[in-house]
C-alpha cells in the first residue's frame, strides 16, 4: 500500500472489492467523491493490469484484483476484511480488519483512532482477543458491553486466535470507512506496531 495519490487507487479497487456487482463510473466517482476524470484515470489503469474487467454496466473486480487487495492486506498483516453494520456505534458501516497476533502494551489506541479520523472515518475500534474475549486496551474493557452486534460478528470468524488485533473504522458511508481504514494502516503507529510485533499470515476478505 502506498500513500498520495495512489490512496484513491486504493479507495477504488477496496470500494470495487465489496461491491458485488458492475458499477458505472460516475456512481464511483459520487461515492468515492474523487473526481470523475481521475475515476477514469484509475480504471484505466485497472483494466491495463488486469485488475477489474468492464462491460456495458460498468466495471467490476477481477479475480486477480481480488487477490491483489487480498496481498496487499497480508503485507500489512490482515488476515481478513470484512464489512458490517455499525447503528450501535451511531454510524452506517464499519470495516473490521484482523491481523495476527500483537503485544498489547504496544498498541497506542489513539494513535490509531487519530489516524483513522484524519483518514475520513468518524471514528475507530481497536481491540485485542484475550481468553474468548475482545478486549479495548488499556482499561481492557470487554468491547461486547459497548457493541455487543460488533462482537458478536466478530467473534464469530475463523481467523480470530489469541491476541489477534482487531481494527474497525466506521462511517455514515463506506468511502468514509474504508479511507479511515486505509489511512490507519499506512500511519506512523500501525507502521511501528506491525513492523515489531504482528506476526504475518494469510489474508483472508470477504463482505458478509
Given at each position: 500500500m502506498s500513500t498520495g495519490n495512489s490512496r484513491e487507487y486504493l479507495l477504488v479497487l477496496f470500494?470495487?472489492?465489496?461491491t458485488p456487482?458492475?458499477?458505472?463510473?460516475?456512481?464511483?466517482?459520487?461515492?468515492?467523491?474523487?473526481?470523475?476524470?481521475?475515476v477514469r484515470r484509475i480504471l484505466s489503469e485497472l483494466l491495463k493490469t488486469g485488475l477489474i474487467v468492464r462491460k456495458r454496466a460498468g466495471v467490476k473486480i477481477s479475480a486477480r484484483g481480488r487477490r491483489e487487495v487480498e496481498h496487499a492486506l497480508l503485507r500489512?498483516?490482515?488476515?481478513?476484511?470484512?464489512?458490517?453494520?455499525?447503528?450501535?456505534?451511531n454510524a452506517a458501516v464499519v470495516v473490521v480488519g484482523i491481523a495476527r497476533s500483537?503485544?498489547?502494551?504496544k498498541i497506542n489506541v489513539l494513535g490509531l483512532?487519530?489516524?483513522?479520523?484524519?483518514?475520513?472515518?468518524?471514528?475507530?475500534?481497536?481491540?485485542?482477543?484475550?481468553g474468548g474475549s475482545l478486549k479495548l486496551p488499556p482499561a481492557d474493557v470487554d468491547l461486547c458491553e459497548y457493541a455487543s452486534n460488533l462482537c458478536r460478528e466478530i467473534t464469530r470468524r475463523k481467523s480470530l486466535e489469541?491476541?489477534?488485533?482487531?481494527i474497525a473504522t466506521f462511517g455514515d458511508k463506506l468511502v468514509d470507512a474504508l479511507s479511515g481504514f486505509i489511512s490507519l494502516l499506512e500511519g506512523r503507529y500501525y507502521g511501528e506496531l506491525s513492523q515489531d510485533s504482528i506476526t504475518w499470515g494469510t489474508s483472508r476478505t470477504d463482505s458478509t
Amino acid at each position: 500500500m502506498s500513500t498520495g495519490n495512489s490512496r484513491e487507487y486504493l479507495l477504488v479497487l477496496f470500494f470495487l472489492y465489496f461491491t458485488p456487482s458492475f458499477v458505472g463510473r460516475f456512481r464511483i466517482s459520487s461515492e468515492l467523491r474523487i473526481g470523475e476524470g481521475r475515476v477514469r484515470r484509475i480504471l484505466s489503469e485497472l483494466l491495463k493490469t488486469g485488475l477489474i474487467v468492464r462491460k456495458r454496466a460498468g466495471v467490476k473486480i477481477s479475480a486477480r484484483g481480488r487477490r491483489e487487495v487480498e496481498h496487499a492486506l497480508l503485507r500489512k498483516g490482515i488476515n481478513e476484511l470484512f464489512l458490517s453494520d455499525a447503528t450501535e456505534l451511531n454510524a452506517a458501516v464499519v470495516v473490521v480488519g484482523i491481523a495476527r497476533s500483537v503485544q498489547a502494551s504496544k498498541i497506542n489506541v489513539l494513535g490509531l483512532r487519530d489516524d483513522a479520523v484524519r483518514g475520513g472515518a468518524l471514528g475507530a475500534i481497536i481491540s485485542v482477543y484475550r481468553g474468548g474475549s475482545l478486549k479495548l486496551p488499556p482499561a481492557d474493557v470487554d468491547l461486547c458491553e459497548y457493541a455487543s452486534n460488533l462482537c458478536r460478528e466478530i467473534t464469530r470468524r475463523k481467523s480470530l486466535e489469541e491476541n489477534a488485533l482487531i481494527i474497525a473504522t466506521f462511517g455514515d458511508k463506506l468511502v468514509d470507512a474504508l479511507s479511515g481504514f486505509i489511512s490507519l494502516l499506512e500511519g506512523r503507529y500501525y507502521g511501528e506496531l506491525s513492523q515489531d510485533s504482528i506476526t504475518w499470515g494469510t489474508s483472508r476478505t470477504d463482505s458478509t
